[in-house]
Protein backbone atom coordinates (compact mmCIF):
# COMPACT_ATOMS: atom_id res chain seq x y z
CA UNK A 1 0.00 0.00 0.00
CA UNK A 2 1.44 3.43 -1.34
CA UNK A 3 1.75 6.12 1.66
CA UNK A 4 -0.07 9.10 0.12
CA UNK A 5 -0.16 12.80 1.61
CA UNK A 6 1.61 13.96 5.56
CA UNK A 7 2.34 10.29 6.58
CA UNK A 8 4.14 9.49 2.65
CA UNK A 9 6.21 13.13 3.00
CA UNK A 10 7.73 11.77 6.69
CA UNK A 11 8.33 8.81 5.04
CA UNK A 12 10.32 10.45 2.73
CA UNK A 13 7.91 9.07 0.30
CA UNK A 14 6.91 11.56 -2.23
CA UNK A 15 3.08 11.93 -2.84
CA UNK A 16 1.58 10.47 -5.61
CA UNK A 17 0.21 13.52 -6.67
CA UNK A 18 3.73 15.31 -7.05
CA UNK A 19 5.39 12.35 -8.47
CA UNK A 20 5.96 12.77 -11.92
CA UNK A 21 4.13 10.55 -13.94
CA UNK A 22 6.93 8.94 -15.67
CA UNK A 23 8.39 8.48 -11.76
CA UNK A 24 5.52 6.17 -11.28
CA UNK A 25 5.72 1.99 -10.98
CA UNK A 26 2.93 1.98 -13.53
CA UNK A 27 4.75 4.15 -15.82
CA UNK A 28 7.95 1.83 -15.71
CA UNK A 29 5.51 -1.37 -15.72
CA UNK A 30 4.41 0.00 -19.22
CA UNK A 31 8.08 0.87 -20.55
CA UNK A 32 9.12 -2.73 -19.81
CA UNK A 33 5.75 -4.36 -21.67
CA UNK A 34 6.09 -1.96 -24.56
CA UNK A 35 9.75 -3.72 -24.89
CA UNK A 36 8.17 -7.01 -24.34
CA UNK A 37 5.72 -6.17 -27.20
CA UNK A 38 8.33 -4.88 -29.44
CA UNK A 39 8.50 -8.18 -31.81
CA UNK A 40 4.85 -8.28 -31.59
CA UNK A 41 2.79 -6.96 -34.77
CA UNK A 42 -0.72 -5.64 -34.61
CA UNK A 43 -1.67 -9.08 -37.40
CA UNK A 44 -0.77 -11.36 -35.09
CA UNK A 45 -2.54 -10.06 -32.37
CA UNK A 46 -5.57 -10.47 -34.73
CA UNK A 47 -4.34 -13.94 -35.68
CA UNK A 48 -4.56 -14.95 -31.99
CA UNK A 49 -7.95 -13.94 -31.42
CA UNK A 50 -10.53 -14.19 -33.45
CA UNK A 51 -12.80 -11.82 -31.62
CA UNK A 52 -10.36 -8.92 -31.29
CA UNK A 53 -12.87 -6.48 -32.89
CA UNK A 54 -15.39 -7.11 -30.18
CA UNK A 55 -12.63 -7.29 -27.56
CA UNK A 56 -11.01 -4.09 -28.36
CA UNK A 57 -14.28 -1.57 -29.58
CA UNK A 58 -16.41 0.34 -27.17
CA UNK A 59 -19.40 2.15 -27.16
CA UNK A 60 -21.21 5.42 -25.36
CA UNK A 61 -23.21 7.84 -26.55
CA UNK A 62 -24.06 6.48 -29.74
CA UNK A 63 -20.68 6.39 -30.80
CA UNK A 64 -18.89 3.13 -31.73
CA UNK A 65 -15.05 3.09 -31.20
CA UNK A 66 -12.85 0.12 -32.68
CA UNK A 67 -9.59 0.65 -31.15
CA UNK A 68 -8.53 -2.89 -32.53
CA UNK A 69 -5.81 -1.89 -35.11
CA UNK A 70 -3.66 -0.51 -32.06
CA UNK A 71 -0.58 -2.88 -31.39
CA UNK A 72 -1.84 -3.17 -27.25
CA UNK A 73 -3.47 -6.51 -25.50
CA UNK A 74 -5.48 -6.90 -22.79
CA UNK A 75 -2.27 -6.75 -20.63
CA UNK A 76 -1.96 -3.24 -22.53
CA UNK A 77 -4.86 -2.25 -21.22
CA UNK A 78 -4.80 -2.90 -17.57
CA UNK A 79 -1.28 -1.13 -17.27
CA UNK A 80 -2.53 1.84 -18.67
CA UNK A 81 -5.59 1.76 -16.25
CA UNK A 82 -3.90 1.18 -13.92
CA UNK A 83 -1.38 4.49 -15.20
CA UNK A 84 -4.62 6.45 -14.90
CA UNK A 85 -5.41 5.36 -11.42
CA UNK A 86 -2.21 6.19 -9.68
CA UNK A 87 -3.03 9.63 -11.81
CA UNK A 88 -6.04 10.09 -9.63
CA UNK A 89 -8.44 9.79 -13.14
CA UNK A 90 -11.17 8.89 -11.21
CA UNK A 91 -10.94 11.81 -8.53
CA UNK A 92 -9.98 14.39 -11.28
CA UNK A 93 -12.82 13.68 -13.40
CA UNK A 94 -14.93 14.10 -10.07
CA UNK A 95 -13.46 17.62 -9.61
CA UNK A 96 -14.03 18.77 -13.12
CA UNK A 97 -17.69 18.29 -13.02
CA UNK A 98 -18.04 19.68 -9.49
CA UNK A 99 -16.43 22.73 -10.52
CA UNK A 100 -13.48 22.24 -8.51
CA UNK A 101 -10.48 24.78 -9.62
CA UNK A 102 -8.89 22.24 -12.35
CA UNK A 103 -7.51 25.18 -13.99
CA UNK A 104 -4.84 25.92 -11.91
CA UNK A 105 -2.87 28.56 -13.41
CA UNK A 106 -6.09 30.91 -13.17
CA UNK A 107 -8.04 29.35 -10.33
CA UNK A 108 -10.74 28.74 -11.93
CA UNK A 109 -13.06 25.30 -12.62
CA UNK A 110 -13.67 24.17 -16.20
CA UNK A 111 -17.24 24.30 -16.93
CA UNK A 112 -18.13 23.50 -19.83
CA UNK A 113 -20.11 20.38 -18.92
CA UNK A 114 -22.33 22.57 -16.91
CA UNK A 115 -23.45 24.21 -20.39
CA UNK A 116 -25.03 21.16 -21.22
CA UNK A 117 -26.24 20.14 -17.45
CA UNK A 118 -29.67 18.87 -16.82
CA UNK A 119 -31.81 22.28 -16.19
CA UNK A 120 -32.20 21.07 -12.08
CA UNK A 121 -28.38 20.53 -11.61
CA UNK A 122 -26.91 22.62 -9.10
CA UNK A 123 -23.28 22.96 -9.73
CA UNK A 124 -21.66 26.02 -7.51
CA UNK A 125 -18.93 28.62 -7.94
CA UNK A 126 -17.96 30.26 -5.03
CA UNK A 127 -21.24 29.18 -3.15
CA UNK A 128 -23.75 30.45 -6.34
CA UNK A 129 -25.18 27.50 -8.28
CA UNK A 130 -24.25 28.65 -12.08
CA UNK A 131 -26.61 26.64 -13.75
CA UNK A 132 -29.72 28.72 -13.82
CA UNK A 133 -27.26 31.78 -15.03
CA UNK A 134 -27.00 29.06 -17.75
CA UNK A 135 -30.45 28.03 -18.40
CA UNK A 136 -31.58 31.79 -18.54
CA UNK A 137 -28.93 32.36 -21.60
CA UNK A 138 -30.01 29.34 -23.25
CA UNK A 139 -33.32 30.97 -22.81
CA UNK A 140 -32.37 34.30 -24.68
CA UNK A 141 -30.57 32.57 -27.27
CA UNK A 142 -33.67 30.48 -28.21
CA UNK A 143 -35.67 33.76 -28.01
CA UNK A 144 -33.33 35.79 -30.54
CA UNK A 145 -33.00 32.82 -32.96
CA UNK A 146 -37.27 32.73 -32.97
CA UNK A 147 -37.32 36.17 -33.77
CA UNK A 148 -34.27 36.05 -36.48
CA UNK A 149 -36.18 33.23 -37.74
CA UNK A 150 -39.38 34.44 -37.43
CA UNK A 151 -37.92 37.98 -39.73
CA UNK A 152 -39.08 39.58 -36.23
CA UNK A 153 -35.68 41.30 -35.49
CA UNK A 154 -35.77 44.25 -38.09
CA UNK A 155 -32.63 46.35 -38.63
CA UNK A 156 -32.71 50.02 -38.68
CA UNK A 157 -34.69 50.58 -41.71
CA UNK A 158 -36.98 48.00 -40.60
CA UNK A 159 -36.09 44.72 -43.04
CA UNK A 160 -35.58 41.59 -41.84
CA UNK A 161 -31.75 40.21 -40.99
CA UNK A 162 -30.97 37.96 -43.87
CA UNK A 163 -27.12 37.43 -43.29
CA UNK A 164 -25.42 37.11 -39.99
CA UNK A 165 -21.69 38.13 -39.98
CA UNK A 166 -19.94 35.95 -37.06
CA UNK A 167 -16.87 37.68 -36.25
CA UNK A 168 -14.26 36.05 -33.81
CA UNK A 169 -11.36 33.95 -33.88
CA UNK A 170 -10.13 30.65 -31.91
CA UNK A 171 -12.12 29.44 -29.67
CA UNK A 172 -14.61 32.08 -30.50
CA UNK A 173 -14.87 30.64 -34.36
CA UNK A 174 -13.15 27.26 -34.29
CA UNK A 175 -16.54 25.63 -32.79
CA UNK A 176 -19.14 27.43 -34.47
CA UNK A 177 -17.69 27.14 -37.81
CA UNK A 178 -17.25 23.98 -37.69
CA UNK A 179 -20.54 22.77 -36.52
CA UNK A 180 -22.28 24.92 -38.68
CA UNK A 181 -20.59 23.24 -41.45
CA UNK A 182 -20.48 19.56 -40.37
CA UNK A 183 -24.72 20.09 -39.78
CA UNK A 184 -25.15 21.74 -43.00
CA UNK A 185 -28.05 19.00 -43.58
CA UNK A 186 -29.82 20.53 -40.60
CA UNK A 187 -30.05 24.09 -41.73
CA UNK A 188 -33.13 25.53 -42.06
CA UNK A 189 -34.61 28.96 -41.61
CA UNK A 190 -33.96 32.67 -43.50
CA UNK A 191 -30.28 33.20 -41.95
CA UNK A 192 -27.12 32.60 -43.79
CA UNK A 193 -24.44 32.75 -41.53
CA UNK A 194 -20.57 34.06 -42.72
CA UNK A 195 -17.43 33.57 -40.66
CA UNK A 196 -14.39 36.34 -40.48
CA UNK A 197 -11.75 35.50 -38.17
CA UNK A 198 -8.16 36.37 -39.76
CA UNK A 199 -6.97 40.13 -39.17
CA UNK A 200 -5.84 39.63 -42.57
CA UNK A 201 -8.36 42.80 -44.39
CA UNK A 202 -8.53 40.09 -47.19
CA UNK A 203 -10.46 37.99 -44.94
CA UNK A 204 -13.68 40.68 -43.82
CA UNK A 205 -12.72 42.25 -47.60
CA UNK A 206 -14.19 38.85 -48.90
CA UNK A 207 -17.22 38.09 -46.21
CA UNK A 208 -18.77 41.67 -46.66
CA UNK A 209 -18.95 41.51 -50.80
CA UNK A 210 -22.63 41.45 -51.77
CA UNK A 211 -23.90 42.81 -48.37
CA UNK A 212 -26.61 44.50 -48.24
CA UNK A 213 -26.15 46.63 -44.45
CA UNK A 214 -29.88 46.88 -44.12
CA UNK A 215 -30.31 43.24 -43.98
CA UNK A 216 -26.98 42.31 -42.10
CA UNK A 217 -26.42 41.56 -38.19
CA UNK A 218 -23.27 41.17 -36.69
CA UNK A 219 -22.00 38.88 -34.15
CA UNK A 220 -19.24 39.86 -32.42
CA UNK A 221 -17.61 36.99 -30.37
CA UNK A 222 -14.85 37.58 -27.60
CA UNK A 223 -14.46 36.06 -24.17
CA UNK A 224 -11.77 39.25 -23.23
CA UNK A 225 -13.27 42.02 -26.27
CA UNK A 226 -9.23 42.59 -26.51
CA UNK A 227 -8.40 40.27 -29.26
CA UNK A 228 -6.99 42.30 -31.66
CA UNK A 229 -7.77 40.40 -35.02
CA UNK A 230 -11.98 40.35 -33.64
CA UNK A 231 -11.93 44.21 -32.53
CA UNK A 232 -9.97 45.45 -36.05
CA UNK A 233 -12.50 43.42 -37.88
CA UNK A 234 -15.23 44.55 -35.73
CA UNK A 235 -14.25 47.73 -36.17
CA UNK A 236 -13.92 47.05 -40.22
CA UNK A 237 -17.91 45.92 -39.75
CA UNK A 238 -18.90 48.86 -37.97
CA UNK A 239 -16.74 51.22 -40.69
CA UNK A 240 -18.61 49.48 -43.18
CA UNK A 241 -21.89 49.28 -41.77
CA UNK A 242 -21.98 53.26 -41.49
CA UNK A 243 -20.62 54.13 -45.10
CA UNK A 244 -22.71 51.78 -46.00
CA UNK A 245 -25.68 54.78 -44.86
CA UNK A 246 -26.61 53.05 -41.45
CA UNK A 247 -26.78 55.32 -38.80
CA UNK A 248 -24.99 55.06 -35.11
CA UNK A 249 -28.54 54.74 -33.57
CA UNK A 250 -29.09 51.76 -35.80
CA UNK A 251 -25.80 50.19 -34.76
CA UNK A 252 -28.17 48.70 -32.16
CA UNK A 253 -30.48 47.08 -34.10
CA UNK A 254 -26.92 45.50 -36.31
CA UNK A 255 -24.42 44.57 -33.90
CA UNK A 256 -24.56 41.99 -31.01
CA UNK A 257 -21.75 40.73 -28.76
CA UNK A 258 -21.03 37.25 -26.84
CA UNK A 259 -18.56 37.88 -24.50
CA UNK A 260 -17.21 38.11 -20.76
CA UNK A 261 -16.23 41.88 -20.91
CA UNK A 262 -19.60 43.53 -21.39
CA UNK A 263 -18.09 46.77 -20.28
CA UNK A 264 -15.51 46.39 -23.15
CA UNK A 265 -18.18 45.26 -25.62
CA UNK A 266 -20.66 48.47 -24.73
CA UNK A 267 -17.72 50.87 -24.67
CA UNK A 268 -17.46 49.60 -28.32
CA UNK A 269 -20.74 50.33 -29.35
CA UNK A 270 -22.55 47.30 -28.66
CA UNK A 271 -26.51 47.84 -27.16
CA UNK A 272 -26.31 46.69 -23.35
CA UNK A 273 -29.28 44.76 -24.44
CA UNK A 274 -27.69 43.05 -27.04
CA UNK A 275 -24.63 41.25 -25.38
CA UNK A 276 -24.59 37.99 -24.36
CA UNK A 277 -22.48 36.57 -21.31
CA UNK A 278 -19.96 34.37 -21.32
CA UNK A 279 -17.59 33.38 -17.97
CA UNK A 280 -14.50 33.16 -16.52
CA UNK A 281 -15.21 29.26 -15.58
CA UNK A 282 -15.80 28.30 -19.33
CA UNK A 283 -12.42 28.37 -21.58
CA UNK A 284 -12.38 29.61 -24.73
CA UNK A 285 -11.97 26.44 -26.29
CA UNK A 286 -14.52 24.64 -24.85
CA UNK A 287 -17.25 27.76 -25.28
CA UNK A 288 -19.27 26.38 -28.14
CA UNK A 289 -22.08 25.11 -26.02
CA UNK A 290 -22.68 28.61 -24.44
CA UNK A 291 -23.83 31.67 -26.56
CA UNK A 292 -20.61 31.49 -28.64
CA UNK A 293 -22.42 28.88 -30.30
CA UNK A 294 -25.81 31.70 -31.71
CA UNK A 295 -24.65 30.86 -35.49
CA UNK A 296 -25.40 27.48 -34.54
CA UNK A 297 -28.75 28.39 -33.19
CA UNK A 298 -28.89 31.01 -36.40
CA UNK A 299 -27.84 27.93 -38.94
CA UNK A 300 -29.71 24.92 -37.94
CA UNK A 301 -32.23 26.22 -35.02
CA UNK A 302 -32.48 26.11 -31.21
CA UNK A 303 -33.74 22.46 -31.23
CA UNK A 304 -30.73 21.24 -33.18
CA UNK A 305 -28.96 23.23 -30.98
CA UNK A 306 -30.52 21.66 -27.84
CA UNK A 307 -29.56 18.07 -29.58
CA UNK A 308 -26.02 18.75 -30.12
CA UNK A 309 -26.35 19.42 -25.93
CA UNK A 310 -27.75 16.63 -25.15
CA UNK A 311 -25.08 14.24 -27.04
CA UNK A 312 -22.42 15.93 -25.35
CA UNK A 313 -24.24 15.53 -21.93
CA UNK A 314 -24.81 11.68 -23.12
CA UNK A 315 -21.29 11.31 -23.34
CA UNK A 316 -20.28 13.55 -20.26
CA UNK A 317 -22.28 10.94 -18.25
CA UNK A 318 -20.30 8.01 -19.84
CA UNK A 319 -17.35 9.91 -19.14
CA UNK A 320 -17.79 10.58 -15.35
CA UNK A 321 -19.47 7.04 -14.53
CA UNK A 322 -17.99 4.15 -16.91
CA UNK A 323 -15.34 2.18 -15.51
CA UNK A 324 -11.39 3.22 -17.05
CA UNK A 325 -11.49 0.26 -19.27
CA UNK A 326 -14.64 0.82 -20.64
CA UNK A 327 -14.46 4.75 -21.03
CA UNK A 328 -14.27 6.09 -24.15
CA UNK A 329 -12.72 9.24 -23.64
CA UNK A 330 -10.10 7.93 -21.47
CA UNK A 331 -9.20 5.00 -23.96
CA UNK A 332 -8.51 7.46 -26.40
CA UNK A 333 -6.14 9.36 -23.99
CA UNK A 334 -4.50 6.47 -22.64
CA UNK A 335 -3.92 5.22 -26.06
CA UNK A 336 -2.59 8.61 -26.89
CA UNK A 337 -0.14 8.04 -24.08
CA UNK A 338 0.99 4.72 -25.53
CA UNK A 339 2.07 5.82 -28.67
CA UNK A 340 3.27 9.97 -27.67
CA UNK A 341 5.53 8.11 -24.35
CA UNK A 342 6.01 4.69 -25.32
CA UNK A 343 6.53 4.36 -29.02
CA UNK A 344 7.48 7.82 -29.45
CA UNK A 345 4.67 9.49 -31.91
CA UNK A 346 5.83 12.96 -32.27
CA UNK A 347 2.24 13.55 -34.16
CA UNK A 348 -1.19 12.23 -34.31
CA UNK A 349 -3.58 12.54 -37.43
CA UNK A 350 -7.53 12.88 -37.52
CA UNK A 351 -8.99 12.02 -40.63
CA UNK A 352 -12.42 12.05 -40.85
CA UNK A 353 -13.84 10.12 -43.86
CA UNK A 354 -16.75 12.52 -44.47
CA UNK A 355 -16.62 16.01 -46.32
CA UNK A 356 -19.00 17.88 -43.70
CA UNK A 357 -16.23 17.16 -40.92
CA UNK A 358 -13.77 18.76 -42.91
CA UNK A 359 -13.06 21.15 -40.37
CA UNK A 360 -12.98 18.84 -37.52
CA UNK A 361 -9.16 18.83 -37.26
CA UNK A 362 -8.68 22.23 -37.27
CA UNK A 363 -11.05 22.78 -34.26
CA UNK A 364 -9.71 19.77 -32.56
CA UNK A 365 -6.01 20.99 -33.26
CA UNK A 366 -7.25 24.43 -30.94
CA UNK A 367 -8.90 21.80 -28.21
CA UNK A 368 -5.62 19.44 -28.28
CA UNK A 369 -2.70 21.56 -28.97
CA UNK A 370 -3.90 24.84 -27.05
CA UNK A 371 -5.20 22.41 -24.33
CA UNK A 372 -1.96 19.66 -24.06
CA UNK A 373 0.91 22.12 -26.07
CA UNK A 374 2.61 22.38 -22.45
CA UNK A 375 6.09 21.01 -21.20
CA UNK A 376 5.59 22.16 -17.48
CA UNK A 377 3.62 19.83 -14.99
CA UNK A 378 1.27 21.53 -12.33
CA UNK A 379 3.63 21.79 -10.03
CA UNK A 380 5.61 24.59 -11.85
CA UNK A 381 8.81 21.86 -12.28
CA UNK A 382 9.41 21.08 -16.47
CA UNK A 383 8.21 17.60 -17.71
CA UNK A 384 10.73 15.49 -18.64
CA UNK A 385 9.18 13.12 -21.09
CA UNK A 386 6.79 14.23 -24.01
CA UNK A 387 3.30 15.88 -23.83
CA UNK A 388 0.56 16.64 -26.32
CA UNK A 389 2.29 15.97 -30.00
CA UNK A 390 1.05 18.09 -33.04
CA UNK A 391 -2.57 16.97 -34.01
CA UNK A 392 -3.12 17.49 -37.84
CA UNK A 393 -5.33 15.82 -39.94
CA UNK A 394 -7.70 16.43 -43.05
CA UNK A 395 -10.72 14.97 -44.83
CA UNK A 396 -10.82 11.20 -46.61
CA UNK A 397 -10.79 10.45 -49.06
CA UNK A 398 -8.79 13.66 -50.35
CA UNK A 399 -5.63 12.70 -47.99
CA UNK A 400 -5.11 9.46 -50.17
CA UNK A 401 -3.97 11.87 -52.91
CA UNK A 402 -2.33 14.01 -50.51
CA UNK A 403 -0.47 13.06 -47.10
CA UNK A 404 -1.46 9.23 -47.11
CA UNK A 405 1.95 8.30 -48.42
CA UNK A 406 3.71 9.54 -45.44
CA UNK A 407 1.32 7.76 -42.84
CA UNK A 408 1.91 4.61 -44.99
CA UNK A 409 5.90 4.61 -45.64
CA UNK A 410 7.09 7.30 -44.37
CA UNK A 411 9.75 7.60 -41.39
CA UNK A 412 7.76 8.35 -38.55
CA UNK A 413 4.83 6.43 -36.68
CA UNK A 414 1.57 8.68 -36.75
CA UNK A 415 -1.42 7.51 -35.44
CA UNK A 416 -4.27 7.86 -36.62
CA UNK A 417 -8.29 8.32 -36.00
CA UNK A 418 -10.09 7.58 -38.62
CA UNK A 419 -13.77 8.74 -38.23
CA UNK A 420 -16.72 7.96 -40.53
CA UNK A 421 -20.78 7.84 -40.44
CA UNK A 422 -22.25 4.50 -41.52
CA UNK A 423 -25.08 6.12 -43.52
CA UNK A 424 -25.05 9.57 -45.08
CA UNK A 425 -27.49 12.27 -45.65
CA UNK A 426 -27.06 12.27 -49.42
CA UNK A 427 -28.68 10.02 -51.38
CA UNK A 428 -25.53 8.60 -53.15
CA UNK A 429 -25.48 5.27 -51.70
CA UNK A 430 -22.75 4.00 -53.88
CA UNK A 431 -20.37 6.81 -53.69
CA UNK A 432 -21.10 6.51 -49.66
CA UNK A 433 -20.41 2.57 -49.95
CA UNK A 434 -17.01 3.94 -51.82
CA UNK A 435 -15.72 5.96 -49.11
CA UNK A 436 -16.38 3.68 -46.63
CA UNK A 437 -14.43 0.85 -47.99
CA UNK A 438 -11.57 3.73 -48.99
CA UNK A 439 -11.74 4.25 -44.64
CA UNK A 440 -11.62 0.81 -43.82
CA UNK A 441 -8.74 0.22 -46.59
CA UNK A 442 -6.71 2.48 -44.96
CA UNK A 443 -6.39 1.25 -41.68
CA UNK A 444 -6.25 -2.52 -42.66
CA UNK A 445 -3.14 -1.23 -45.01
CA UNK A 446 -1.55 0.74 -42.27
CA UNK A 447 -2.18 -2.65 -40.11
CA UNK A 448 -1.47 -5.28 -42.84
CA UNK A 449 1.39 -3.38 -44.49
CA UNK A 450 2.96 -5.58 -47.63
CA UNK A 451 6.31 -7.06 -47.71
CA UNK A 452 9.07 -6.58 -50.29
CA UNK A 453 8.77 -10.39 -50.97
CA UNK A 454 5.09 -9.46 -51.38
CA UNK A 455 5.74 -6.59 -53.30
CA UNK A 456 7.71 -8.62 -55.60
CA UNK A 457 5.75 -11.51 -56.26
CA UNK A 458 2.77 -8.39 -57.06
CA UNK A 459 5.46 -7.09 -59.89
CA UNK A 460 6.43 -10.78 -61.16
CA UNK A 461 2.64 -11.67 -61.33
CA UNK A 462 2.01 -8.79 -63.48
CA UNK A 463 4.51 -9.58 -65.89
CA UNK A 464 7.67 -7.52 -64.50
CA UNK A 465 10.94 -8.74 -65.68
CA UNK A 466 12.27 -10.10 -62.05
CA UNK A 467 15.58 -8.04 -62.14
CA UNK A 468 12.76 -4.72 -62.63
CA UNK A 469 10.84 -6.51 -59.81
CA UNK A 470 13.86 -7.04 -57.76
CA UNK A 471 14.89 -3.43 -58.49
CA UNK A 472 10.77 -2.07 -57.36
CA UNK A 473 9.91 -4.15 -54.53
CA UNK A 474 12.04 -2.18 -51.64
CA UNK A 475 9.62 1.01 -52.91
CA UNK A 476 6.55 -0.58 -53.25
CA UNK A 477 7.05 -2.61 -49.30
CA UNK A 478 4.86 -0.91 -46.90
CA UNK A 479 6.23 -1.65 -43.29
CA UNK A 480 2.81 -1.92 -41.73
CA UNK A 481 2.42 -2.87 -38.19
CA UNK A 482 0.83 1.48 -37.84
CA UNK A 483 -2.09 1.56 -35.33
CA UNK A 484 -5.30 3.70 -36.42
CA UNK A 485 -8.81 3.68 -34.23
CA UNK A 486 -12.20 3.74 -36.33
CA UNK A 487 -14.89 5.87 -34.23
CA UNK A 488 -18.20 5.24 -36.36
CA UNK A 489 -21.76 6.46 -36.05
CA UNK A 490 -25.03 5.46 -37.14
CA UNK A 491 -25.45 8.86 -38.88
CA UNK A 492 -23.42 12.27 -38.21
CA UNK A 493 -26.93 14.17 -36.38
CA UNK A 494 -27.11 17.00 -33.80
CA UNK A 495 -26.58 14.62 -30.96
CA UNK A 496 -23.80 12.31 -32.52
CA UNK A 497 -21.59 15.42 -33.19
CA UNK A 498 -22.01 16.64 -29.72
CA UNK A 499 -21.07 13.64 -28.46
CA UNK A 500 -18.06 13.59 -30.71
CA UNK A 501 -16.97 16.49 -29.46
CA UNK A 502 -17.58 15.87 -25.89
CA UNK A 503 -15.23 12.39 -26.24
CA UNK A 504 -12.38 14.89 -27.78
CA UNK A 505 -13.10 17.34 -25.02
CA UNK A 506 -12.56 14.17 -21.92
CA UNK A 507 -9.74 12.90 -24.10
CA UNK A 508 -7.74 15.98 -23.62
CA UNK A 509 -8.48 16.64 -19.96
CA UNK A 510 -7.63 13.01 -19.39
CA UNK A 511 -4.68 13.54 -20.98
CA UNK A 512 -3.88 16.44 -19.26
CA UNK A 513 -4.27 14.37 -16.01
CA UNK A 514 -1.99 11.63 -17.16
CA UNK A 515 1.10 13.99 -18.26
CA UNK A 516 0.07 16.17 -15.11
CA UNK A 517 -0.20 19.40 -17.04
CA UNK A 518 -3.30 22.12 -16.81
CA UNK A 519 -5.43 21.79 -20.02
CA UNK A 520 -7.06 25.03 -19.71
CA UNK A 521 -5.20 27.80 -19.59
CA UNK A 522 -2.89 29.22 -22.78
CA UNK A 523 0.16 31.33 -21.51
CA UNK A 524 2.08 30.47 -24.57
CA UNK A 525 0.02 33.03 -27.12
CA UNK A 526 0.50 36.04 -24.30
CA UNK A 527 4.34 36.70 -25.49
CA UNK A 528 3.46 36.77 -29.76
CA UNK A 529 0.20 39.01 -29.10
CA UNK A 530 2.81 41.18 -26.98
CA UNK A 531 5.65 41.88 -29.37
CA UNK A 532 2.86 41.85 -32.09
CA UNK A 533 1.35 45.26 -30.27
CA UNK A 534 5.12 46.51 -29.93
CA UNK A 535 5.91 45.80 -33.78
CA UNK A 536 2.62 47.24 -34.78
CA UNK A 537 3.34 50.51 -33.06
CA UNK A 538 7.16 50.36 -34.67
CA UNK A 539 5.75 50.06 -38.08
CA UNK A 540 3.60 53.02 -37.76
CA UNK A 541 6.27 55.18 -36.98
CA UNK A 542 8.73 56.46 -39.98
CA UNK A 543 12.07 55.67 -38.43
CA UNK A 544 10.75 52.34 -37.14
CA UNK A 545 11.61 52.16 -33.77
CA UNK A 546 14.12 49.77 -31.26
CA UNK A 547 14.21 46.60 -32.85
CA UNK A 548 14.34 43.16 -31.25
CA UNK A 549 17.35 42.09 -33.50
CA UNK A 550 18.47 42.50 -37.44
CA UNK A 551 15.96 40.04 -38.76
CA UNK A 552 13.02 41.94 -37.52
CA UNK A 553 14.50 45.75 -37.80
CA UNK A 554 15.51 44.61 -41.67
CA UNK A 555 11.95 43.35 -41.99
CA UNK A 556 10.62 46.45 -40.58
CA UNK A 557 12.46 48.70 -42.83
CA UNK A 558 11.72 46.35 -45.88
CA UNK A 559 8.03 46.77 -44.93
CA UNK A 560 7.79 50.38 -44.37
CA UNK A 561 9.81 51.01 -47.69
CA UNK A 562 7.05 48.78 -49.52
CA UNK A 563 4.49 50.29 -47.88
CA UNK A 564 5.66 54.43 -47.92
CA UNK A 565 3.09 56.68 -48.85
CA UNK A 566 0.13 54.71 -48.62
O1 LIG B 1 -5.47 31.77 -28.77
C1 LIG B 1 -5.60 32.47 -27.59
C2 LIG B 1 -7.06 32.71 -27.31
O2 LIG B 1 -7.19 33.34 -26.07
C3 LIG B 1 -7.88 31.43 -27.33
O3 LIG B 1 -7.75 30.66 -26.17
C4 LIG B 1 -9.24 32.00 -27.55
O4 LIG B 1 -10.18 31.02 -27.96
C5 LIG B 1 -8.96 33.03 -28.63
O5 LIG B 1 -7.66 33.54 -28.30
C6 LIG B 1 -9.99 34.13 -28.75
O6 LIG B 1 -10.09 34.78 -27.52
P1 LIG B 1 -11.39 35.73 -27.27
O7 LIG B 1 -12.61 34.84 -27.31
O8 LIG B 1 -11.14 36.32 -25.92
O9 LIG B 1 -11.41 36.74 -28.37
Redesign the pocket.
Known amino acids: MRRTGASAVLTGNTPPETTAPNGLPEWQSLAAHRRELEPVTIQALFDGDARRFEHFSARAAGLHLDFSKNRLTRQTLLLLAALARARGLESAIARLFSGAEVNGTEGRPALHTALRAPEGADIRVHGENIVPLVQSTLARMKDLTRQLHAGAWPGGTGKPVRDVVCI?????HLGPKMVTTALRPYRNGPLRCRFVANIDGAHITEVLQGLDAETTLFLV???????RE?LANARTARDWFLQQGGSETDLARHFIAVTANTPRATEFGVAPANVFPMWDWV???YSLWSAIGLPICFSIGFEHFQALLAGAREMDTHFRDAPIAENMPALLALLAVWHRNFWGAASHAVVPYDHSLRTLPAYLQ?LDM?SSGKSVRNNGQAADYPTGPVLWGGEGSNGQHAFHQLLHQGSDLVPVDFIVPLRPHHGLADQHTQLFASCLSQGAALMHGRTAAEAYGELVASGLPETEAKRLAPHKAHPGNRPSNTLTMDQLTPRTLGALIALYEHRVFTQGVIWDINPFD?WG?ELGKQLAGALYEQLQQPAGGRALDSSTAGQCARYSAANRGR
Open positions: GIGGSASKSFTTTGGRQEQV
